[in-house]
């Protein structure tokens, strides 16, 4: 994240009951949830690959972590792309369902290094599925390499109970026919969210933003 959920607390007097983690990698964030009061029971996580969900789950027996490829429709099979970063086999920050745009020029020390099948599900569906309580979730932090907006249309009707949406967003095509910020702004205003604060690298294209419920 590069805006800390404890500087969002401090600036914008937000009050997090739960949180929905999509894009859980590493669940790098778990230490400054805790450090901001948030109850680990309340933490949902969300990761596509599944070699990190069992390594998720051996490192911390309680996290509530689901293997899912979230995107707009149940069961469409793809062709996931793993990633690493100048051969660290710990970094798969960049894995995407979809292919390199302009991140092969920004980032060149970023490489995709497999491909796995795997089918994809609505966040809707994975909700039901693992019987996740949505009544205690109000933020919903997503990164997911450029379908941000296809998630957040996959469980559009659990919206009207989130208060804040922190979101990795891009300004240009960083990945091939990614989701724009511009598209996610728009879509949330249906919903009352309006754009309180964003940190872009204007160089690469793509950046950070959250969103709160007026």
């Not at 994975?126 to 379908?147: H, Y």
């Amino acid at each position: 994240m590069l805006i800390s959920i404890t500087d969002l607390k401090n600036r914008f007097n937000i009050n997090i009951n739960g949180i929905l983690h999509i894009g859980a990698h590493n669940c790098e964030e778990l230490k400054d949830y805790i450090a901001a009061n948030i109850n680990n029971e309340n933490i949902y996580w969300i990761e596509a690959l599944p070699s990190l969900v069992e390594k998720n789950k051996l490192t911390n027996h309680n996290l509530n972590i689901y293997q899912a490829v979230i995107y707009e429709e149940d069961n469409k099979e793809i062709e996931f792309n793993i990633t690493n970063c100048d051969g660290d086999t710990n970094n798969l920050q960049s894995s995407s369902i979809l292919d390199f745009g302009t991140h092969e020029k920004h980032h060149p020390q970023v490489k995709v290094i497999d491909k796995i099948k795997l089918k994809t599900s609505r966040m809707d569906t994975v909700i039901k599925q693992n019987n996740i309580n949505m009544k205690n979730v109000n933020f919903v932090n997503l990164d997911i390499q450029g379908v941000e907006l296809k998630a957040l249309k996959s469980m559009e009707s659990y919206l009207h109970n989130i208060d804040y949406i922190y979101t990795e967003v891009n300004t240009e095509e960083v990945y091939k026919n990614c989701d724009k910020m511009q598209d996610i702004t728009d879509y949330l205003s249906i919903f009352n969210f309006k754009l309180a604060d964003a940190r872009i690298y204007k160089q690469f294209g793509w950046g950070d933003a959250f969103y709160m419920k007026e």
